[in-house]
């Protein structure tokens, strides 16, 4: 079992940046693992993910901007977040499962969540 928290997230005006942290409290290294987020009113989306290989993908809307990365070792996963916008506003939570897509209708039932963390970006 993999218990998730994420740290980091605040208020930022735009083109600002910010950089989440999410801490494993048991190695990860044979995990996917991703960023999602939640906008008010709307669907959890996929943000990033990051394989056991250390392969990334983004969603379309934040390619360029945000950069996820980890450190097995120290069990965090990292988003870099660059020249925010308005509707980047959103809860962000990490997740980790034996396999991830940014597509959260593909996750299975059994994938770990940390409780999120704001991030509120104003114009």
């Known amino acids: 079992q993999v218990h998730l928290v994420e740290s980091g997230g605040g208020s930022v005006q735009a083109g600002g940046s910010l950089i989440l942290s999410c801490t494993a409290t048991?190695?990860?290294?044979?995990?996917?693992m991703g960023w999602f987020r939640r906008a008010p009113g709307r669907e959890r989306e996929g943000v990033a993910i990051i394989d056991t290989d250390g392969v990334t993908s983004y969603a379309d809307s934040v390619k360029g901007r945000f950069t996820v990365s980890k450190d097995n070792a120290k069990k965090i996963l990292y988003l870099q977040m660059n020249s925010l916008q308005p509707e980047d506003t959103a809860i962000y939570y990490c997740?980790?499962?034996?396999?991830?897509?940014?597509?959260?209708?593909?996750?299975?039932?059994?994938?770990?969540w940390g409780q999120g963390t704001q991030v509120t970006v104003s114009s």
């Open positions: 997740a980790a499962d034996k396999w991830l897509t940014l597509d959260t209708a593909s996750h299975s039932p059994f994938v770990y």
């Open positions: 048991s190695s990860y290294s044979n995990y996917y």
